[in-house]
């Protein structure tokens, strides 16, 4: 699609392009014109019609809005974000250079303006910056027909329309109507007979994670966001709230893999703030893998007798952190999707305990008849056969609680994904195995 943009436009067939622009989805387009040169990408946008030009705008990524705002004219950035709704208005302001920000404001009227400077007032992770004023109110006394008929007024300002929000007279959030309700009521019926009164909403200063996994939870399309007198001040649409989700996983990921999260994507992150993302863990990592060398080296009498203990570090240790991360996984995943509570530590820990029995019993077995098989030496075998199981064990117990625990505190649980738990594990079990071979083999160490 790239290079048949590029060729109608060297060959200036701009009706063969309008017409190819026309039939395609404002993503897809915001995905096509990030592949273009500065040039191209001012034209095409040129092209677009001024109410799908704003979508696109909205679906591109912020170093390229930056490109269109630089090249585009006042009268062009005016009509551009008169086209906005007021959330991606607010979102753009809080993305760019304080001087393409001043440009942007300029272009506002005193009214939008007053209102991005409110929202942008709230804490960056709370319901109200992520919030938009433009949803449809009505009244309780309204018939319906009088509220269609506000909706066809209002709907080409607002964002959503499918659900509406009924106020009293000081604003008071009261009740609840969808499009639906409206159309298969009489049109000479009060809203304040058919309106939902028993309200799910959010608080200006919830934290938007919470805001976002109630969508999740009951399958909103929008969620009223309102102040400490229950004042109806905004709405929080479902799109919103599947970016935050999508927002909170990535940076999980990150954390679990011991990194830093970052705000840019992966190729828009420099090498240096990579490194400088990543060298921090490493370091707390390289130094706490400095434990199990000691442990070794505390019994190094034990290798001076029994070379053949060598061999079995590697398994028992990786044994130990892959058990550990796969009850840290599970139980961070519970916990995001709001399944495990604080309050389950013991139902958790209780569980976990009879799943890490089971497969500590099943692997024993298999490495210790492997060992008696291979070496001929049950002592030996039993080493095997006990450690396996105290390392699963523990590090299935560890690999639950940890994250819980952090939790607790107030840390983010994926912190205590798989480097870390397996740095733990890797020092425990060698002191683990190293005290049960010196009992067993009665290694002085």
Known sequence: MKDEVVALIEQRKYKSLFDLLDVMNPVDLSLLMAELNREDMLKVFRLLPKDKAADVFAYLQPDDQEKLITSLTDSELENVIAELFLDDTVDLVSEMPATIVRRILKTTDPHQRKLINEILQYPDDSAGSLMTIEFVDLRGNMTVDAAIEKIRRDAIDKETIYTCYVLD??????????????????GDTVLSEIMQTNIISAHTLDDKEDVAKTFDKYHF????????????????????????????????FEIMAAVNPSDDTYFKTSVFKHAKNRIVWLTVLMFSSMLSGAIINHFDAAFTAYPILVSFMTMISGTGGNSGSQSSTLVIRGMATDEIKGRDYFR??????????????ALGLMNGLRVFVQYHDFRLALVIFLTLICTVVFSKLLGCSLPMLAKKIHVDPAIMA?????????????????????GILHIAA
């Open 348 to 361: 958790v820990a209780w569980k976990e305990f009879r799943v890490a029995l089971i497969c500590a019993v």
């Open 418 to 438: 798989t480097p870390f738990i397996s740095t733990i594990v890797d020092a425990c079990s060698m002191f683990l195995y190293f005290t049960i071979a010196t």
């Open 221 to 252: 399309l929008a969620l009223p966001v309102v102040d400490s007198e229950n004042r109806l001040v905004g709405i929080v649409t479902i799109d919103d709230a599947m970016d935050v989700l999508q927002e909170e996983n990535a940076e999980d």
């Open 169 to 186: 007279d000081t604003r008071h959030l009261i009740g609840i109507v969808t499009v639906k309700d409206l159309l298969i009521a009489k």
